[in-house]
C-alpha cells in the first residue's frame, strides 16, 4: 500500500498515480537511518497569550495561520524544512532531508528573515539556532538529539526579536555574522552554555570565509595554460571555452583571481552562481550583464535589446526565452569589438540546465571575437552534464589536483609567517589537509583559535564533505559507505559482500571514480580490485554518516569477510582484531555488549600482538595486547599467557610498573586457576624487575627463588617456565656480576626456550650469553669456538649476528689477530647502519677501542670512544656511558692528552652508580695514573688500590688484570719497583687464566723492565 503524500487515500503498491487525487505516487523513501550534523531552528512568537486575549479568537486563528505560512516559506527558501509546529513555536531543520555545506548560515539568514517579517503581523520572534549531531530516519524525518533541546533552550532564553546561536552554530557562520557573547544556564545542563547573540548578518557573505591572503603557492603549469587559452582567444579572435574543474577548497576561485591579475588588456566579467535562491537560473548572466555597458550602447538589435533589458528587470515586455542566449551572446561578441572579454562563471556545479545550455551555446555559436568564457566547477558539474566541454575544439577542462606536500609546507608558512606552528603540529595539519589549501587554511584557523595544539577537523568542512556525500543517490552512497569500513583503501569483493542486495558495485564504483571521490589503488588481496578514498576526510565522512549499529553489523561482517578472503595477509589478525573490536566497542556504547565477540576480538589481538613481540616491535605489542586485555578480562590459562606476554611487551620498552602491575595480575589469575606451573613462571617473570616488586630484594634472593622454582619444576619439565626460572636466575648473577653464573644460567636460558619455541625470550639470553663468555672467566680456549659457533647459529639472523661478533672480535684482539677483528668489527657495523640502530652502533665501541689499544694505537681507540660517548650523551643514556667514558680516560692518558682525560674521568664519575662495579674501577684507576703523573703519589695509590678491591667484587678477569697494571704504573711512577712487580705478577696470572695472549706478552715485557730498572 502506498498512501498519497497529498490527500491520504490508499493505493496498491505498483500505482504510480493516486487513485483519489490523481497527483503523482514516489515510491516510499528508503528507511534507512544517518547520523547527520544538522542546524536545528526554533521560533516562537512572544507574548501571543497576551494576543491572544486582546484579539477575536477567528483574527487570531488567521493570523497564527499567516504566520506558520509566512515561517514555511521562509524556511523552505533557505533549503530547510519543517519539522513541526508546537504550540506558536516553529522547529526546523536545515540538513533534513538534504545536507547542504552552509547548512548553519542557511538557518541564520532564515532566522533573520523570520525576525524582520513577524512585526509586520504585529508580534515579535525569539529565536535559538544550534547545530549538532542528530539521528534521522530519511522516512519520517524526525531529528532527534541533543542538538534539538539545546536549541529550544536557546530560544526560550532568548528575548524578544532576539536571534542566539549555539556555539557550534557561531563557529561555523563567524565568517558572517557579528555576534555578542551571552553565558546562559541551562536547565538540564551542568555546564553553562555560551551562546552569541546575533547583532549583524552580512548578505552576500560566503559558505565560509576564504582569506585569499597568503600569496599562490604552485599552479605555475595551471596558469599558463590559462594564459595560452586566452592568447588564443585574443590571436584568432575566437571564443575559448575553459573549464577549471576541482574539489571544493581546492583552489579553483583561488586560481582565477591569479589569472586575471596578470591580464593586461582585458574586459573581465565575473558571474557567480549560489547554492540557491528564487529565480536563480540566469543569475550570474545578470550579474555579468551589469558589469558591462548597456545593449544600446553597442548598437544591438532591438530584439536582442529587449531580450537582455527583459532579464535585467528592465523592461516587462515579453520575449521569448528562446531569444536570451543568443542576445547574450551578441551582447558579448559587442563587448569584444573594443578589447578581449573574459567572462568568469563560478561555482556553475550549481547551476540550472538552462544556464549550461546557454555557456555552451555562446562557446559553439560565437565568431569573430576574441572572447574567454571561464568556468569553475566541482566534479559534479559531470554529474548534471557529464559531457560538458566534450566534443567542442575550443574546448579546455583540467582538473585542479591538491597541492604537494612540499608546497603544503609553503603555504603553512605563508600563512603563519612570523608565528609558526610546533612542528609536528604542522605536520599532522599537513596529513590531515592532504593538501587541500582550503582544509589547511582553515584547520590553522581552528588551531590558533582553540590553542589546545590539537588538530580537529573543522566543521564547516565536515559539513562541506557531508553535503557532498549527501547528494550521491542512496545505492552510490551505501557502496562508498560499505567501503568505509574497511578503511581508507577497500576492496571491491569486501563491498559486495557487505552489500550482497547491490547488484551493480562496479558501477557504482565506476561513478564514484568519476566523482573524485575514490580512485582505483592497488590491492592487498590477489585477484581482487582495490580503490582508495581520494581524501581521508571523504571517508570519515561516510563512516560518521552511519548509524553506531550499522557500523557495528558492517564491522563484524567485514571481520569475516578478511578471514575467509585474507589468509595472504601477514597482518590478517591484526585486521580481523581490529574490525572486531569496533563491532564490540558500538555494541558496549549502544548497550548491547556481546561477550563471545569480545572474546574474538581479544583473541586475534592477543595474536597479532604476539607476533609484534617475535618481530621486536614492543611498542605495537604492547598496544595490541593491552587491547587484547581491555576488550575481554583475561581468563584461563591463556589469560595468564597475555597477561605476560604484555608485561614483557612494556618492559621492553621501559614502562617497568605498568609491566609488573600486570605480571602480578598474571600471577592471581594463575594462583585462582590453580595453575602452580604457570603461578611459578609468572612469579620469576615478575621478579625480574626487582627494584618495584620488592623493596627487599637482593640479587641473592632472586638467584634463590629462581633455583627453588627450577627444584619444583625440574620433575614437571614445562620447557616455558623453567626458561623463566633460569632467566631470573641470570637477572640476579648478572646484578651482582658474576658472569661464570650468568653464562651457567643462560646456556639453560636458551635450551629451554629453543625447545618452547620462545624465540624472543632465546635471542634475549643470547645476546647476554655471547657477551658473559667474554666478559667472564671463561677461557679464550673454551670461550672463540663457542662465540663462533653461536654466529653460525644466528643463521639469517643478521641483528643477533652482530652481537654474535663482538666477542669474537674481543677475542681475535687478545690474540693479536687485529686485522681480522677489524675485518668483523666493519661487517657487524655495516648490518647496524642499514638496520638503523645508533644505539647499538654507539656501544660497538666497547670491542673496537679496546682493540686498536691492543694493537697500539690510542689514537684510534680515542677516535672509536669519542664516537661512542658522545651518542650515548647525546641520547642521555649513562649505563654505557659510564665505563665507555672511563676507557675514553685510558685511551686519551696513553695519547698524553691528560685535560681532556680528566674531563672523560668526571663524566664516568657522574654517571657511574655505586653497584656499577666496572665503571667505578676503571675511572679510579685512571685518575689514580693521572694523580700518580703529577707527584700525587698517595692519593694516587689510595684511588688505584680501591680500583682493584672494586673490580674484585666481580669475575671480569681481563679488567682484572687491567686495573692492576693501572696500580703498577701508580707505584712504578712512585719509585716502589718490587711492589709493583708483586702486583704485576697477580694481572700476568689473570691474562693467562683468560688466554689474553697480547697483554701478557706485554706484561712479561713490563716484568723485564722492572727487573733491569732495579
Ligand atoms: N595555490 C594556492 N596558494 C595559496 N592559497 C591557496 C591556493 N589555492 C587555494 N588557496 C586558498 O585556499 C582557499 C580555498 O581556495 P578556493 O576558494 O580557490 O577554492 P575553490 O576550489 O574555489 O573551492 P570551492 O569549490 O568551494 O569554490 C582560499 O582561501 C584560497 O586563498
Ligand atoms: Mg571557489
Redo the contacts with the bound molecule.
Keep these: 500500500m502506498i498512501t498519497c503524500p497529498t490527500c491520504g487515500q490508499e493505493n496498491p503498491a505498483d500505482s504510480r498515480f493516486c487513485n483519489a487525487c490523481g497527483a503523482e505516487l514516489l515510491p516510499a523513501p528508503e528507511t534507512r537511518e544517518y547520523r547527520k550534523v544538522v542546524t536545528v531552528l526554533f521560533c516562537d512568537v512572544v507574548g501571543s497569550t497576551a494576543l491572544g486575549e486582546s484579539v477575536d479568537p477567528e483574527a487570531l486563528r488567521t493570523l497564527l495561520g499567516r504566520y506558520f505560512d509566512e515561517m514555511k516559506a521562509i524556511v523552505e527558501r533557505h533549503g530547510g524544512s519543517v519539522e513541526k509546529f508546537i504550540g506558536d513555536a516553529v522547529m526546523a531543520v536545515f540538513g533534513v532531508p538534504q545536507l547542504h555545506?552552509d547548512d548553519a548560515l542557511r538557518a541564520v539568514r532564515a532566522a533573520v528573515e523570520m525576525r524582520d517579517a513577524l512585526p509586520e503581523l504585529g508580534v515579535e520572534a525569539r529565536i535559538g539556532i544550534n547545530t549538532g549531531e542528530v539521528v534521522v530516519g530519511t522516512a519520517e524525518r524526525l531529528a532527534t538529539g541533543d542538538a534539538v533541546n539545546v536549541a529550544a533552550r536557546l530560544e526560550q532564553a532568548a528575548g524578544a526579536g532576539e536571534v542566539l546561536l549555539g556555539p557550534e552554530t557561531a563557529q561555523l557562520v563567524r565568517g558572517a555574522v557579528e555576534t555578542e557573547p551571552l553565558t546562559l544556564e541551562l536547565k538540564g545542563k551542568s555546564e553553562p552554555l555560551v551562546a552569541q547573540r546575533l547583532l549583524v548578518l552580512h548578505e552576500e557573505a560566503p559558505?565560509f570565509?576564504?582569506?585569499?591572503?597568503?600569496?599562490?603557492?604552485?599552479?605555475a603549469r595551471e596558469l599558463r595554460r590559462l594564459q595560452e587559452a586566452f592568447a588564443q582567444a585574443v590571436d584568432d579572435r575566437s571564443c575559448q571555452l575553459f573549464t577549471i574543474l576541482?574539489?571544493?577548497?581546492?583552489?579553483?576561485?583561488?586560481?582565477?583571481?591569479?589569472f586575471l591579475g596578470s591580464l593586461e588588456e582585458a574586459t573581465i566579467v565575473r558571474g557567480r552562481y549560489l547554492p540557491y535562491g528564487e529565480g536563480i537560473t540566469y543569475w550570474p548572466i545578470i550579474e555579468v550583464l551589469k558589469q558591462l555597458p548597456g545593449p544600446s550602447d553597442f548598437g544591438l538589435e532591438p530584439a536582442a535589446v529587449a531580450a537582455i533589458e527583459q532579464l535585467l528587470g528592465e523592461e516587462h515586455a515579453a520575449t521569448s526565452s528562446e531569444e536570451i542566449p543568443w542576445a547574450v551572446r551578441k551582447l558579448l561578441e559587442a563587448a569584444a569589438e573594443s578589447s578581449p572579454v573574459v567572462a568568469v562563471f563560478?561555482?556553475i556545479?550549481w547551476a540550472e540546465p538552462t544556464f549550461l545550455d546557454l555557456l555552451e551555446h555562446i562557446a559553439d555559436l560565437s565568431r569573430e571575437a576574441p572572447l574567454l568564457l571561464l568556468c569553475?566547477?566541482?566534479p559534479e558539474l559531470l554529474d548534471k552534464r557529464s559531457g560538458w566541454g566534450g566534443g567542442k575544439l575550443n574546448a579546455t577542462t583540467i582538473l585542479?589536483e591538491p597541492?604537494s606536500s612540499t608546497?603544503t609546507d609553503e603555504?603553512l608558512e605563508?600563512l603563519l609567517g612570523e608565528a609558526p606552528l610546533e612542528p609536528d603540529l604542522q605536520q599532522r595539519i599537513r596529513e590531515a589537509a592532504e593538501g587541500?589549501?582550503?582544509f589547511?587554511?582553515e584547520m590553522v584557523a581552528l588551531v590558533e583559535e582553540s590553542g589546545d595544539g590539537e588538530v580537529s577537523v573543522p566543521g564547516t568542512i565536515q559539513a562541506?564533505l557531508a553535503a557532498r556525500l549527501d547528494q550521491l543517490e542512496p545505492a552510490e552512497r551505501g557502496v562508498l559507505e560499505r567501503g568505509s569500513v574497511e578503511g581508507r583503501v577497500f576492496h571491491r569483493g569486501a563491498v559486495q559482500a557487505l552489500a550482497p542486495e547491490e547488484t551493480n558495485v562496479e558501477r557504482r564504483l565506476t561513478g564514484l571514480v568519476r566523482k573524485e571521490l575514490v580512485r582505483p589503488d592497488k590491492p592487498q588481496l590477489a585477484g581482487e580490485d582495490a580503490y582508495r578514498f581520494r581524501h581521508l576526510l571523504i571517508r570519515d565522512a561516510a563512516y560518521d554518516a552511519l548509524p553506531k549499529a550499522t557500523r557495528s553489523e558492517l564491522h563484524e561482517r567485514f571481520a569475516a569477510w578478511v578471514e575467509a578472503h585474507g589468509a595472504e595477509l601477514v597482518e590478517l589478525d591484526e585486521i580481523v582484531g581490529y574490525h572486531l573490536e569496533q563491532a564490540c566497542r558500538y555494541r558496549a556504547e549502544l548497550g548491547q555488549a556481546d561477550e563471545s565477540l569480545e572474546r574474538r576480538a581479544a583473541e586475534r589481538l592477543g595474536a597479532a600482538g604476539r607476533r609484534s613481540l617475535v618481530v621486536g616491535d614492543a611498542s605495537a605489542a604492547a598496544k595490541l595486547l593491552g587491547r587484547a586485555v581491555s576488550m575481554a578480562e583475561p581468563s584461563g590459562p591463556e589469560g595468564v599467557e597475555l597477561l605476560l606476554e604484555l608485561g614483557s611487551a612494556l618492559a621492553d620498552f621501559g614502562e617497568l610498573h605498568e609491566a609488573t602491575a600486570r605480571q602480578e595480575e598474571a600471577v592471581n589469575l594463575a594462583r585462582k586457576l590453580g595453575d602452580r606451573v604457570l603461578e611459578l613462571r609468572a612469579a620469576c617473570e615478575v621478579r625480574r624487575f626487582p627494584a618495584i616488586t620488592d623493596p627487599f630484594y637482593t640479587a641473592e634472593r632472586a638467584i634463590e627463588f629462581g633455583h627453588e622454582a627450577v627444584l619444583e619444576l625440574e620433575p614437571i619439565g614445562d620447557d616455558q617456565a623453567l626458561g623463566a626460572a633460569w632467566a631470573l636466575v641470570a637477572m640476579g648473577e648478572n646484578v651482582r656480576g658474576h658472569w661464570r653464573g650468568v653464562e651457567a644460567a643462560l646456556d639453560h636460558v636458551v635450551e629451554h626456550a629453543r625447545r618452547s619455541g620462545d624465540r624472543k625470550r632465546e635471542i634475549e639470553a643470547r645476546q647476554l650469553l655471547s657477551a658473559s663468555i667474554f666478559w667472564g672467566p671463561t677461557p679464550l680456549s673454551v670461550g672463540l669456538p663457542r662465540v663462533e659457533a653461536m654466529r653460525q647459529d644466528a643463521g639469517e639472523d643478521k641483528w643477533l649476528e652482530s652481537w654474535a661478533i663482538r666477542p669474537i672480535v674481543g677475542f681475535y684482539a687478545m690474540q693479536g689477530r687485529f686485522d681480522e677483528g677489524r675485518e668483523l668489527f666493519a661487517r657487524a657495523r655495516s648490518i647496524l647502519e642499514e638496520l638503523g640502530l645508533p644505539m647499538d652502533i654507539a656501544t660497538l665501541a666497547f670491542w673496537s677501542g679496546p682493540l686498536e689499544m691492543l694493537a697500539g694505537d690510542p689514537a684510534a681507540a680515542e677516535r672509536d670512544f669519542a664516537a661512542g660517548c658522545e651518542e650515548l650523551e647525546a641520547r642521555r643514556e649513562t649505563g654505557w656511558l659510564s665505563t665507555m667514558s672511563a676507557l675514553h680516560a685510558e685511551a686519551l692518558d696513553a695519547l698524553g692528552r691528560f685535560d681532556e682525560a680528566e674531563a672523560a674521568v668526571r663524566l664516568s664519575k657522574e654517571a657511574s652508580t655505586s653497584d656499577d662495579y666496572d665503571a667505578q674501577a676503571l675511572w679510579r684507576g685512571a685518575e689514580a695514573k693521572l694523580l700518580a703523573r703529577r707527584g700525587q703519589f698517595d692519593e694516587a695509590e689510595r684511588l688505584a688500590r680501591e680500583a682493584v678491591a672494586t673490580i674484585d667484587r666481580i669475575d671480569e678477569v681481563n679488567h682484572q688484570g687491567n686495573v692492576r697494571i693501572g696500580l703498577v704504573e701508580v707505584l712504578r711512577l712512585a719509585g716502589r719497583n718490587d711492589e709493583a712487580r708483586e702486583v704485576l705478577e697477580e694481572a700476568l696470572a689473570r691474562y693467562e687464566q683468560k688466554g689474553n695472549a697480547v697483554m701478557t706478552d706485554q706484561a712479561r715485557t713490563l716484568r723485564d723492565e722492572l727487573r733491569a730498572a732495579d
Excluded at 209 to 219: I, T, Y
Excluded at 251 to 256: A, C, I, P, Q, V
Design positions: 555545506e559558505a570565509a576564504r582569506r585569499l591572503d597568503a600569496p599562490l603557492v604552485g599552479r576541482g574539489v571544493a577548497g581546492v583552489g579553483k576561485s583561488r586560481l582565477t583571481v591569479e563560478d561555482d556545479h569553475l566547477a566541482r585542479l597541492l608546497e603555504l605563508r587541500n589549501p582550503l589547511v587554511e562541506l
